[in-house]
């Protein structure tokens, strides 16, 4: 008899980034603050976690998050947060400080800007348990928009990633990672970014999957959060 999927109940948001193109385009806020049909960023990706049933999360700020501090202290006393206020290097150090202070269990990291309905999220969860315990498991997407898009190619038969990286592929990455608890981090190895390390684990030979999700939006433009509020208008019509 096979044993049943793991559960996934420890969550974690990376939420330390700059928000630089949106500051350029005249968003004053900390990114994890700019609002979405009305509500910040950091409010969505807490409530998709609340829709997956994880109230243990990590979450990492950068040190000009103050008010996102206070904002969690008014808005998240239901959940068990766990915050980390650091400014990091790169999206690569934010990613590991998050996963290491979650080791020893199954997990979920979501970028703060990665937009999804709740639903989206709770499928994608779901979906990511079912895979072997020791994968890391990545949320892609068919829908690509973004300047920079990390490429992945999928196996079609099994969802594995066959390669991540370079000028194309069939799917981007969505910002959404399903961890094992003990994923693979080398000893003395930096990486410039976390699409850097990414790179790495498959071409190492660890075990990758790809879990589509349909409806995802990367913030970081304007006309991002325009795409995100479609998004959310079409959820709400649909509930």
């Known amino acids: 008899m096979t044993d049943p999927p793991s559960p996934i109940r420890r969550g974690g948001i990376i939420a330390a ?3 630089s193109r949106l500051r350029a385009a005249g968003w004053a806020l900390p990114k994890p603050l700019v609002p979405v049909a009305g509500r910040p960023l950091l409010a969505h990706v807490l409530d998709n976690f609340r ?13 000009r998050g103050g008010d996102c501090v206070d904002w969690l202290a008014a808005h998240a006393r239901d959940i068990d947060i766990d915050l980390v206020v650091e400014t990091t290097p790169s ?3 934010s990613f590991r400080i998050v996963a290491r202070r979650m080791a020893g269990a199954r997990a979920v990291i979501s970028t703060v800007d990665a937009w999804i309905p709740n639903n989206g999220f709770r499928d994608f969860v779901a979906r990511a348990r079912a895979f072997p315990a020791q994968a890391l498991v990545l949320a892609v997407t068919e829908r690509v928009d973004d300047e920079k ?3 992945v190619t999928l196996d079609g ?6 390669a991540l990286g370079g000028a194309a592929g069939d799917h981007a990455t969505a910002g959404i990672y399903a961890l094992p608890a003990d994923l693979l981090f080398p000893e003395g190895v930096g990486f410039a970014s976390l699409r850097d390390y990414l790179r790495f684990v498959v071409d190492s030979g660890y ?3 790809g879990v589509t999700v349909p409806d995802v939006v990367d913030v970081d433009r304007t006309v991002d959060i325009a795409a995100a509020e479609h998004l959310a208008a079409a959820e709400r019509r649909g509930a």
Do not use: C, H, K
């Open 17 to 19: 980034g700059a928000g």
């Open 207 to 209: 075990p990758v999957y």
């Open 91 to 93: 999206s690569f150090a």
């Open 149 to 151: 898009p990390l490429w």
């Open 157 to 162: 038969a099994t969802g594995r990633v066959r």
């Open 51 to 63: 829709a997956a049933s994880i109230a243990r999360i990590s979450i990492i700020l950068n040190r």
